[in-house]
Every structure is written in C-alpha cells, then in structure tokens.
C-alpha cells in the first residue's frame, strides 16, 4: 500500500479510489433507476414552482438593488454640482454687495447717489 503526502495530511491510493467509485456509483444509480420520472416531477411540482419563483424574485431584488445603487449615485453627483453651484453664487454675491462695487454700479447706472459721510443719526421719538 503506497501512502503519500498531500496538504500535510496521508491519504491512500486506494482511499481515494473508493471515494470516486462511489461517486461514480451514485450518478449511475440516478441515471439508471430513472429518479426522474413522469410521476415524481409531478409530485416535486409545487417544490420545484416555489424554487423558481423564489429566483425570479431574488433576480428582481437584485435589478431593483442596482437600480436604487444607481439613483443614489446620481444624486450624490447631482448634490455635489448644486453645492459647487451654491458656493459659486454666494462668492458671487459676497463679490457684487461689497461697498466699493455698489458705489461703481450706482456711478455706472448715473442715479446720483453719494456714499454717506457721517455716520447715520438715530431718531428718538417721545411717546406722550
């Protein structure tokens, strides 16, 4: 009896030689005995319905995981363009509402309006 060495474990020629033919064997038992008949198909028939139903609906989560991936995806994209989008219009207004600009648009527009030179008074009004 040759043993050899494999993975650190001994195994035997003729041990795995029996583990095929009885593989081997039980295919044959299958083919040969006709454990597919007519009869037992339609016995199996409610199992095997629920086994296919039970994949259409795990192929249909996964469409309906990939797409709900998807959507998520665009509108994170969509988000970042309206933050970049937001950031842009407050610099731009941050820009347009700065003292010296406001002084050239009115010169620009010809109103005649002059920057203050005092500071504003307050009004006290006494209530009698």
């Given at each position: 009896?040759?043993?050899?060495?494999?993975?650190?474990?001994?195994?035997?020629?003729?041990?795995?030689?029996?583990?095929?033919?009885?593989?081997?064997?039980?295919?044959?038992?299958?083919?040969?005995?006709?454990?597919?008949?007519?009869?037992?198909?339609?016995?199996?028939?409610?199992?095997?319905?629920?086994?296919?139903?039970?994949?259409?609906?795990?192929?249909?989560?996964?469409?309906?995981?990939?797409?709900?991936?998807?959507?998520?995806?665009?509108?994170?994209?969509?988000?970042k363009e309206k933050r970049a989008?937001?950031?842009?219009?407050?610099?731009?207004?941050?820009?347009?509402?700065?003292?010296?600009?406001?002084?050239?648009?009115?010169?620009?527009?010809?109103?005649?309006?002059?920057?203050?030179?005092?500071?504003?008074?307050?009004?006290?009004?006494?209530?009698?």
């Amino acid at each position: 009896m040759e043993i050899f060495k494999k993975n650190n474990i001994e195994f035997s020629k003729e041990k795995e030689l029996k583990i095929a033919n009885k593989f081997y064997e039980s295919v044959k038992d299958l083919v040969d005995k006709q454990t597919f008949t007519q009869a037992r198909l339609i016995q199996n028939l409610p199992f095997i319905l629920f086994i296919a139903v039970l994949g259409i609906v795990y192929i249909a989560n996964q469409f309906h995981a990939e797409k709900l991936v998807n959507e998520v995806n665009q509108l994170k994209n969509e988000r970042k363009e309206k933050r970049a989008e937001y950031i842009s219009s407050a610099s731009d207004l941050m820009r347009v509402t700065r003292q010296s600009e406001v002084i050239k648009r009115v010169d620009e527009a010809g109103l005649g309006l002059k920057p203050l030179t005092s500071p504003p008074n307050k009004i006290v009004v006494d209530e009698e």
